[in-house]
Every structure is written in structure tokens, then in C-alpha cells.
T-cell receptor, first 109, second 114 residues
Framework: KNEVEQSPQNLTAQEGEFITINCSYS?????LHWLQQHPGGGIVSLFM???GKKKHGRLIATINIQEKHSSLHITASHPRDSAVYIC???????????FGTGTRLTIIP | DTAVSQTPKYLVTQMGNDKSIKCEQN?????MYWYKQDSKKFLKIMFS???????INETVPNRFSPKSPDKAHLNLHINSLELGDSAVYFC?????????????FGPGTRLTVL
């Protein structure tokens, strides 16, 4: 069973700050997903990665397979980035995603 | 044009009733999922279908019965609703069944059992 842990659970920052959210997992994975859930409730997939680094606008996701760790970075944070960020992993041979408990990010203007 | 749609968005009902939630995707994906999100925002897989075949049934009470009439639709029927069933239910779809492809989520159905 793969446990997925995220840190921090809650994060409040000022607009413009550089944000890092961490995700650790316990066993080998085939892919790791970062999801965003806005206060309105909808869930959007931000990234899916199995190695290296991906960038989309101000968001960057990295993964270190050896250390079983991924980070989601937000540069020049903005109040509209306020949301819950969820990490999820899929294991080899397992057809389901296991989710972390989420990180609630609040960006203050 | 909505990729994954669910109806209804809100569902308020009494304990003991039977209710259904419908999901449709127009992405041409082969795999569809039902997830439950509890009050602490924790997501958990309930069911997954690939080309109308049930592939994941994750220790869900048998009061919950999914049905996939075709690969674009996955419905969830719940019998004898209980207070603990109150949650947000999300439908999702993806092209592959292994969790190695982007998943697209519906808007969610907030179920409240009174």
C-alpha cells in the first residue's frame, strides 16, 4: 500500500512569494499527479509526471524518483492561486490513484 | 463544451431514500471513475470502469451500484441512503486505465443526507 503524505497541510503567504508544496510517497510509482481544487469545488489536473520536471506558466512540478518525493512550486504567487493542491500517485500494476490529504494554500493580497 | 458533466450538482435527500447521479464524458476516453470526497477534502476511489467493464470496486458498501451503459456514461445508484453517505462525489475520465494519463474531473455532486 502506498502512503502519500503532503506538507504543509496549510500555507498562507503574501502575494508575490515563491511557494513550495511537498509530496512524499512510500513505494515505487508509475506516475504522480498534481491536482488543484478551487474554493468553488472543481478539480483540475495541473501536471502528470514520472520523471524530471514540468513547467506551465508560473507553476513548476519536479519529481525525484530515488527519494520518492515531488514538489510543486508557484512563482510570483497571486490570490487566484488560493486553492487546495492535491498530490496523487499511481503504482505499477495498480489501476487506481492514491491521494494525499491536500495542502490548503491561501495567498493574501 | 463540457468535457465531463455530472447531474445533479446538488442532491438533498432523506435517510433511507434511493438516488442516482449521472456522469457523461465527451472526450472519447476509455476509462471512467467515481471518487468520494469527504468533509476533510480527502479523495478516495470508489469504482472504475474501462470500456464498460468494472475494473476497480474499492470496498464500497453494496448499497452503491455503478452502471456503465456505454463508455461515455457512468452512473452511480445509491440505495437506502445513510447519513455517512453525505459527501461530494466526483466523476472523472482518462484515456488509460493505469493512472498514467491525465484525469479529467466533473464538477462534483454534493450529496446531503438528512
Amino acid at each position: 500500500k502506498n502512503e502519500v503524505e503532503q506538507s504543509p497541510q496549510n500555507l498562507t503567504a503574501q502575494e508575490g512569494e515563491f511557494i513550495t508544496i511537498n509530496c512524499s510517497y512510500s513505494v515505487g510509482i508509475s506516475a504522480l499527479h498534481w491536482l488543484q481544487q478551487h474554493p468553488g469545488g472543481g478539480i483540475v489536473s495541473l501536471f502528470m509526471l514520472s520523471s524530471g520536471k514540468k513547467k506551465h506558466g508560473r507553476l513548476i512540478a519536479t519529481i525525484n524518483i530515488q527519494e520518492k518525493h515531488s514538489s510543486l512550486h508557484i512563482t510570483a504567487s497571486h490570490p487566484r492561486d488560493s486553492a487546495v493542491y492535491i498530490c496523487a500517485v499511481s503504482n505499477f500494476g495498480n489501476e487506481k490513484l492514491t491521494f494525499g490529504t491536500g495542502t490548503r494554500l491561501t495567498i493574501i493580497p | 463544451d463540457t468535457a465531463v458533466s455530472q447531474t445533479p450538482k446538488y442532491l438533498v435527500t432523506q435517510m433511507g431514500n434511493d438516488k442516482s447521479i449521472k456522469c457523461e464524458q465527451n472526450l472519447g476516453h476509455d476509462t471512467m471513475y467515481w471518487y468520494k470526497q469527504d468533509s476533510k477534502k480527502f479523495l478516495k476511489i470508489m469504482f472504475s470502469y474501462n470500456n464498460k467493464e468494472l475494473i476497480i470496486n474499492e470496498t464500497v458498501p453494496n448499497r452503491f451500484s455503478p452502471k456503465s451503459p456505454d463508455k461515455a456514461h457512468l452512473n452511480l445508484h445509491i440505495n437506502s441512503l445513510e447519513l455517512g453517505d453525505s459527501a461530494v462525489y466526483f466523476c472523472a475520465s482518462s484515456q488509460d486505465r493505469w493512472g498514467t494519463d491525465t484525469q479529467y474531473f466533473g464538477p462534483g455532486t454534493r450529496l446531503t443526507v438528512l
